[in-house]
């Protein structure tokens, strides 16, 4: 193996990383007992909430930021390298059958396009250029969002993804696991989860992979009730494609009307299996294409819907 400047820099850059600490306490993990093991583990674990917990108020600022583009019509992007671009790919991908949005409006860009979620991409993480080509095949409006999603906070793919989008106009979140990140610098809303060195030297798939998980599932949920997809707790912009969906449609439409079986298979085969439609129908007294007329009018919110049509908010 040659050894180049470049390369002596890129060590010396990743041994200054939390998240590529090694922890000599651990240099005889292998000859453990697997339970021990996975008592170390589940410990390591127990810390990830209270790390995201630390950067609440950050988390909260960009969701309310993201929310406020959505609802004018934009885009929430993720772009990642690796596991990071593997969870951001995740998290899009389960917004519509939750959230019954567009598969347009969340979108999960992983360095090395879709091959690269099952099969390492060999250099596709270090080029700035790529998450440019990337980004700018979706045309980036400043209603837009685009969120970087790295564990070291140093990958050229997702800060050059947010130095793009940022150039642009648009909305910028960088997601990191170490302080002091390249990536929470070049974004108007720097979220750094640090998480400490890794029971495995260097696997960032574990505490930061889970950190990185909560943090999307955070940026996501709580953008779309914001947005109004949900009524209290429950899902009512579910897209209801399968048999499990289905039944879960009409367990939700039960429980925000707390009307019987037949009633609400009557409001649901009404409004074409829309939960929220249905519910709207059920508790304001009113038929389908009302229903739809007044969610068109108040923006797709159950409760504004309600309040409209005399019913209970």
């Given at each position: 193996?040659?050894h180049t400047p470049e390369s002596s820099a890129l060590r010396a850059e990743l041994a200054a990383?939390?998240?590529?600490?090694?922890?000599?306490?651990?240099?005889?993990?292998?000859?453990?007992?697997?339970?021990?093991?996975?008592?170390?583990?589940?410990?390591?674990?127990?810390?990830?909430?209270?790390?995201?917990?630390?950067?609440?108020?950050?988390?909260?600022?960009?969701?309310?930021?993201?929310?406020?583009?959505?609802?004018?019509?934009?885009?929430?992007?993720?772009?990642?390298?690796?596991?990071?671009?593997?969870?951001?790919?995740?998290?899009?991908?389960?917004?519509?059958?939750?959230?019954?949005?567009?598969?347009?409006?969340?979108?999960?860009?992983?360095?090395?396009?879709?091959?690269?979620?099952?099969?390492?991409?060999?250099?596709?993480?270090?080029?700035?250029?790529?998450?440019?080509?990337?980004?700018?095949?979706?045309?980036?409006?400043?209603?837009?969002?685009?969120?970087?999603?790295?564990?070291?906070?140093?990958?050229?793919?997702?800060?050059?993804?947010?130095?793009?989008?940022?150039?642009?106009?648009?909305?910028?979140?960088?997601?990191?696991?170490n302080p002091g990140s390249a990536l929470a610098a070049a974004a108007e809303h720097g979220i750094?989860v640090v998480v400490g060195p890794e029971l495995l030297t260097g696997s960032t798939r574990l505490?930061?992979?889970?950190?990185?998980?909560?943090?999307?599932?955070?940026?996501?949920?709580?953008?779309?009730?914001?947005?109004?997809?949900?009524?209290?707790?429950?899902?009512?912009?579910?897209?209801?494609?399968?048999?499990?969906?289905?039944?879960?449609?009409?367990?939700?439409?039960?429980?925000?009307?707390?009307?019987?079986?037949?009633?609400?298979?009557?409001?649901?085969?009404?409004?074409?299996?829309?939960?929220?439609?249905?519910?709207?129908?059920?508790?304001?007294?009113?038929?389908?294409?009302?229903?739809?007329?007044?969610?068109?009018?108040?923006?797709?919110?159950?409760?504004?819907?309600?309040?409209?049509?005399?019913?209970?908010?």
């Amino acid at each position: 193996m040659t050894h180049t400047p470049e390369s002596s820099a890129l060590r010396a850059e990743l041994a200054a990383l939390t998240t590529e600490a090694f922890r000599p306490e651990l240099a005889d993990i292998d000859r453990l007992p697997t339970l021990d093991i996975a008592r170390l583990m589940n410990g390591e674990d127990a810390t990830v909430a209270g790390a995201v917990a630390e950067r609440l108020p950050e988390i909260a600022a960009a969701i309310d930021a993201v929310a406020d583009r959505m609802a004018r019509g934009g885009r929430l992007v993720y772009a990642g390298a690796g596991t990071a671009g593997r969870l951001g790919v995740l998290d899009a991908s389960e917004c519509p059958p939750t959230f019954n949005t567009d598969p347009t409006r969340v979108v999960g860009l992983i360095a090395g396009g879709p091959d690269a979620m099952v099969t390492s991409v060999e250099g596709a993480e270090d080029s700035r250029d790529l998450a440019a080509s990337d980004l700018a095949a979706l045309a980036l409006t400043a209603d837009d969002t685009v969120v970087g999603v790295s564990a070291s906070g140093r990958t050229p793919y997702a800060v050059g993804a947010v130095a793009y989008a940022r150039a642009r106009g648009a909305l910028t979140v960088g997601l990191a696991c170490n302080p002091g990140s390249a990536l929470a610098a070049a974004a108007e809303h720097g979220i750094e989860v640090v998480v400490g060195p890794e029971l495995l030297t260097g696997s960032t798939r574990l505490k930061a992979g889970t950190a990185q998980k909560l943090v999307l599932n955070m940026l996501s949920t709580i953008t779309m009730i914001r947005l109004g997809k949900t009524y209290g707790n429950l899902m009512v912009d579910l897209r209801a494609s399968n048999d499990k969906l289905r039944a879960r449609s009409h367990r939700i439409v039960a429980l925000a009307t707390g009307a019987e079986d037949d009633a609400v298979a009557r409001a649901l085969a009404a409004t074409d299996g829309e939960v929220k439609h249905a519910i709207l129908v059920l508790l304001a007294d009113v038929d389908g294409p009302t229903a739809a007329r007044l969610l068109k009018e108040t923006g797709g919110h159950l409760r504004a819907a309600l309040a409209e049509a005399g019913g209970p908010a």
